[in-house]
């Protein structure tokens, strides 16, 4: 070829690199964000509902991509063979730190499985933002909890977080109710002395002590010992109690306590418990004063909300067969995570980040506002968004119906 004719053509190669414009912000690249969830056995129905709840957000919301960059979910199943298997859960997610383009996860759904998938995502930094595992001892070395928090995060700085109330504020939330709504001002607070009742009685009285009232009989006591339950509700009755509170569960007899109360107090006097109580059992073991208990359960009841409910509306178009009482709080889980990415994304001059990047995005989150309302995360990961609703009993026979949301 003549040397004009090269000359020619290398200056049309260089005109034709120039024209082209700078290089796009970021290499080519897909994000995606998994979702370990039980999809078989008798959770399935939880499980599916918080991963149609996660991909409502990336696809409804997102529309399936971050700052230009394509996004897809990448699910696995806490579940195989139909049983819950955290050691499964924990081996998933191992899978997903070891994948760079997996930059967050939304789950796990059961505290028992976060205590396995916590450790091992937290070696990779990669963050794990949860729509239910409310155990208070994934964050704060609460008591009771020994040093779990601490040792789960052998490796570096805290990357769970969760979008529901720790179940150790759960007391404290029917506390504020039968205070505020019921107007109670003397209570008798009683435990069947075991570790999970005695934590709920000693919540429930500091919270009313922070509301300048005090129960006007506490006590710790087995249920099924008549002696022991008399003596307790004669007590409180001579002491003018108008409500009674008792922290345990339905195994362990607490129901027995409402059942006894009939001929001692009249009919009005509520009983108050925990979500332990909220079952068929404590209905039985009430019978036949089961009418009038009140019980609470970490988060929005998903029919009764003060807010979100154009999401619902949305997302029941979507998915019409799928909405549960974790899908909100999976539809903002997501959400967090998502925004946590995008600004990773911008950070990094539209290149993929790293998952240390998103961790401390997430981390970082300050009032994002999702269906269920504004979300901060403390230091720990817990949200500053504490709802609770309360179930109360009526009807013959008695059944368990929604009565009102509290927000701590």
């Known amino acids: 070829m003549p040397v004009r004719r090269v000359l020619t053509a290398l200056l049309g190669l260089v005109v034709a690199a120039c024209s082209a414009g700078p290089p796009a912000p970021h290499s080519v690249f897909t994000i995606e964000i998994g ?22 957000e990336v696809n409804n919301v997102w529309h399936g991509r971050v700052e230009g960059v394509p996004v897809n979910v990448r699910d696995f199943d806490s579940t195989p063979g ?7 859960g924990a081996d998933n997610i191992g899978r997903l730190a070891n994948d760079s383009s997996v930059l967050g996860v939304v789950g796990p759904v059961y505290s028992a499985e976060a205590e396995r998938e916590i450790p091992v995502a937290n070696s990779a930094h990669l963050a794990l933002v949860s729509p239910a595992a409310s155990n208070e001892c994934l964050t704060r070395d609460a008591p009771g909890c ?66 300048s009232s005090s ?37 362990g007899g607490a129901c027995l306590t409402r059942s006894k109360m009939t001929g001692v107090f009249d009919g009005s006097v509520p009983f108050l418990g925990g979500d332990a109580i909220l079952t068929p059992v404590c209905l039985r073991d009430a019978a036949p004063n089961a009418a009038g208990m009140q019980a609470t359960l970490n988060g929005a009841d998903p029919d009764h909300l003060s807010s979100g409910m154009a999401t619902v509306d949305a997302f029941k178009a979507a998915y019409p067969d799928m909405f549960g009482r974790y899908t909100l709080p999976a539809i903002d889980a997501s959400g967090v995570l998502l925004a946590a990415i995008s600004r990773a994304v ?13 961790r401390a995005q997430v981390a970082a989150t300050r009032d994002y506002k999702g269906a269920l309302g504004a979300t901060t995360f403390d230091a720990r990961g817990d949200t500053t968004l504490k709802i609770f609703s309360v179930y109360t009993t009526s009807g013959t026979p008695a059944a368990w119906s929604w009565a009102a949301e509290v927000r701590l």
């Open 35 to 56: 979702v370990a969830v039980p999809q078989s056995g008798p959770d399935r129905v939880v499980g599916l509902s918080v991963l149609d709840g996660v991909r409502y």
């Open 82 to 88: 139909g049983v819950r298997d955290a050691i499964a």
């Open 146 to 211: 020994a040093s779990l928090a601490t040792e789960l995060r052998p490796g570096g700085p805290n990357n769970f977080f969760r979008v529901v109330a720790a179940d150790d504020l759960a007391a404290p939330a029917m506390a504020a109710y039968a205070s505020g709504t019921l107007k109670l001002s003397s209570i008798a607070v009683a435990s069947d002395g075991q570790a999970y009742g005695k934590a709920l009685a000693d919540a429930f009285e500091a919270e009313l002590r922070k509301r």
């Open 215 to 251: 129960p006007v009989l506490r006590s710790d006591f087995d249920p099924r010992s008549s002696t022991d339950l008399d003596a307790f509700l004669h007590t409180a009755a001579g002491k003018g109690a108008k409500g009674v509170y008792f922290g345990g569960r339905d195994a």
């Open 346 to 358: 911008k950070a990094a001059g539209g290149n993929l980040p790293s998952k240390e990047d998103v």
